[in-house]
């Protein structure tokens, strides 16, 4: 697995890596939150644990977006 200069020291100044959803202190090699059940990623330079990024909730926008302009285009554009 090949990492990057970066990532390495950040994994080695730090022993305990910090939820991004709670801010809960959890080990380094967790991979999900045990107090928020988030999943969390490796440590970054800042001690706090990498976020996932969320597509469901992207995706989850998008079709609010498009059902709002339907309903716009259906109340007031209809002819
Ligand atoms: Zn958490």
């Known amino acids: 697995m090949a990492k990057s ?15 991004p959803e709670c801010y809960t202190y959890i080990p380094l090699d967790a991979s999900k939150c045990p ?3 988030a999943r969390v990623g490796a440590v970054d330079k800042h ?3 990498s976020r996932y990024v969320n597509w469901g909730s992207y995706f989850m926008c998008f079709i609010a977006w498009v059902v709002l302009a339907i309903y716009v285009w259906y109340a007031f554009f209809r002819s």
């Open 35 to 37: 107090s928020c059940k």
């Open 5 to 19: 200069k970066r990532d390495i020291s950040a994994e080695e100044s730090h022993v305990i890596k910090k939820c």
């Open 47 to 49: 001690g706090m644990a």
